[in-house]
């Protein structure tokens, strides 16, 4: 039994439950683990899916550039789908970002250009302005945008959606997911509430991100935005992608508790996991606290990528130590 290609590999991860970290609660709180993944993370989904819509609708010709504006993780899915497909990778990158992620590209063969974090985003040095001259001045070039792509909400419509409700056997009572592009918590969403729509899904935003004030408010405010070192999850934009209408609640968490999480969630249950993972673990819970979660109750965190990114930064003492995120007691 054989795959036919690494692409082939993609999805159906497994649901793992928490037991440790969540012994205070009856009902049965479960991680879907996307570093199963080949290239680690949830972003392989929509990396793949990204370049078969393009292909379909004409967007991109054989031996084409795919140039994206990237945190790291899905520049890695579409790198795959690109080697597995014969494109060249340009990708758009902080300086806020590990440089192991960076690395990682690099070697799947991808140009990385790091671009200043400190910049409101239509300044031209951004990350996601110099992805977008790239994209017009690279021939052959197609620019994916995963903020506002249908293809990425998609994506987990067809696979993260399907894959939670079988594998919950249809007891999927809350759904939680970290809130970068919208992506997953969106698509996913839509698919579960289709099934039931008594389902509830909890987004969690980082603290210094403009989401948790425009979803209760509707009001979009600048003096939110604040600099915070969990990657991956919270905006100061508001994609397309993110739909608020699928959301029932959302969660904000701050860097030490997403970080002190995340490391709990390696020493308690053997889930090496990023720092997004222990934000979205740390959110769900304070939820359920505040919800009366009970012992039918179904709860299912995605836990987006591996602990192997972050190293020397969630991982390492001193580093944690230097921001003032341990604890006396760690
Ligand atoms: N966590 C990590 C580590 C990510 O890279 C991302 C993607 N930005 C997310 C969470 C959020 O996923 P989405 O973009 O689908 O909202």
């Given at each position: 039994?054989?795959?036919?290609?690494?692409?082939?590999?993609?999805?159906?991860?497994?649901?793992?439950k928490l037991n440790k970290v969540a012994k205070e609660f009856e009902g049965t709180i479960l991680a879907?683990?996307?570093?199963?993944?080949?290239?680690?993370?949830?972003?392989?989904?929509?990396?793949?899916?990204?370049?078969?819509?393009?292909?379909?609708?004409?967007?991109?010709?054989?031996?084409?550039?795919?140039?994206?504006?990237?945190?790291?993780?899905?520049?890695?899915?579409?790198?795959?789908?690109?080697?597995?497909?014969?494109?060249?990778?340009?990708?758009?990158?902080?300086?806020?970002?590990?440089?192991?992620?960076?690395?990682?590209?690099?070697?799947?063969?991808?140009?990385?250009?790091?671009?200043?974090?400190?910049?409101?985003?239509?300044?031209?040095?951004?990350?996601?302005?110099?992805?977008?001259?790239?994209?017009?001045?690279?021939?052959?070039?197609?620019?994916?945008?995963?903020?506002?792509?249908?293809?990425?909400?998609?994506?987990?419509?067809?696979?993260?959606?399907?894959?939670?409700?079988?594998?919950?056997?249809?007891?999927?009572?809350?759904y939680v997911a970290g809130m970068g592009t919208g992506g997953t918590v969106s698509g996913t969403s839509?698919?579960?509430?289709?099934?039931?729509?008594?389902?509830?899904?909890?987004?969690?935003?980082?603290?210094?991100?403009?989401?948790?004030?425009?979803?209760?408010?509707?009001?979009?405010?600048?003096?939110?935005?604040?600099?915070?070192?969990?990657?991956?999850?919270?905006?100061?934009?508001?994609?397309?992608?993110?739909?608020?209408?699928?959301?029932?609640?959302?969660?904000?968490?701050?860097?030490?508790?997403?970080?002190?999480?995340?490391?709990?969630?390696?020493?308690?249950?053997?889930?090496?996991?990023?720092g997004s993972c222990g934000a979205a673990v740390y959110g769900a819970l304070e939820y359920a606290r505040?919800?009366?979660?009970?012992?039918?109750?179904?709860?299912?965190?995605?836990?987006?990528?591996?602990?192997?990114?972050?190293?020397?930064?969630?991982?390492?003492?001193?580093?944690?130590?230097?921001?003032?995120?341990?604890?006396?007691?760690?």
């Amino acid at each position: 039994m054989y795959y036919n290609s690494i692409l082939d590999t993609i999805g159906n991860t497994p649901l793992v439950k928490l037991n440790k970290v969540a012994k205070e609660f009856e009902g049965t709180i479960l991680a879907k683990v996307e570093y199963f993944n080949p290239g680690q993370s949830v972003k392989d989904r929509i990396g793949l899916k990204m370049i078969e819509d393009a292909e379909e609708q004409g967007l991109i010709e054989p031996g084409g550039t795919i140039i994206e504006g990237t945190s790291g993780n899905t520049g890695m899915g579409l790198a795959l789908a690109a080697t597995i497909k014969g494109y060249d990778c340009i990708f758009t990158t902080t300086d806020k970002q590990s440089k192991s992620k960076i690395d990682l590209l690099r070697a799947l063969g991808a140009e990385v250009k790091i671009c200043p974090t400190d910049v409101e985003p239509d300044d031209p040095q951004s990350y996601y302005s110099v992805a977008k001259r790239l994209s017009k001045e690279i021939p052959n070039s197609y620019y994916p945008n995963q903020y506002d792509n249908p293809s990425n909400t998609q994506a987990h419509y067809e696979t993260t959606g399907p894959e939670i409700w079988e594998q919950t056997e249809g007891n999927v009572t809350h759904y939680v997911a970290g809130m970068g592009t919208g992506g997953t918590v969106s698509g996913t969403s839509k698919y579960l509430k289709e099934q039931n729509a008594d389902i509830k899904t909890i987004g969690v935003d980082s603290e210094g991100s403009v989401y948790k004030h425009y979803f209760e408010t509707g009001e979009f405010d600048k003096d939110e935005i604040h600099p915070y070192l969990t990657e991956g999850i919270g905006e100061d934009i508001i994609p397309e992608n993110m739909d608020f209408d699928l959301l029932d609640e959302v969660v904000q968490v701050n860097d030490k508790n997403a970080f002190q999480m995340t490391r709990k969630l390696a020493k308690k249950e053997g889930l090496f996991v990023g720092g997004s993972c222990g934000a979205a673990v740390y959110g769900a819970l304070e939820y359920a606290r505040n919800n009366d979660f009970g012992e039918d109750d179904v709860m299912v965190i995605i836990l987006p990528d591996s602990g192997t990114r972050y190293v020397s930064k969630i991982y390492n003492d001193e580093w944690m130590d230097k921001h003032g995120f341990l604890d006396s007691s760690e």
